[in-house]
């Protein structure tokens, strides 16, 4: 049932056991649908990370002729692909955020 709101308040009413209920049920309902949203959000995360861990990915970061870096920076120094939040790709085959 949707949420029903009473949008006629007057200055001198005074809120009955019906609309504490209806405020309940209201805060109840939009509760469980944050619940419910928040458990098919992580179903999804999960799905997506769980298929990325994974992997493996390597590259020989020696020689970057085959190589196009569309995120993020090469760092010469310490031979890995880098990004604003941290290390994208290192020369060890870790894949990072």
Known sequence: ?????????????TPT?????????????NYLSIVNL??????VEDALFSDIAHNKFEEDLANLDDV??????????????EGPSGIILDGFGGAYE
Do not use: C, H
């Open 1 to 13: 049932m949707s949420y029903q709101a009473k949008l006629d308040w007057k200055y001198a009413d």
């Open 17 to 29: 056991e019906g609309d504490v209920n209806r405020w309940e049920r209201g805060i109840l309902d």
């Open 38 to 43: 928040i458990t098919r959000v992580q179903k």
């Open 68 to 81: 196009s870096v569309t995120k993020g920076w090469f760092n010469e120094t310490y031979q890995r692909i």
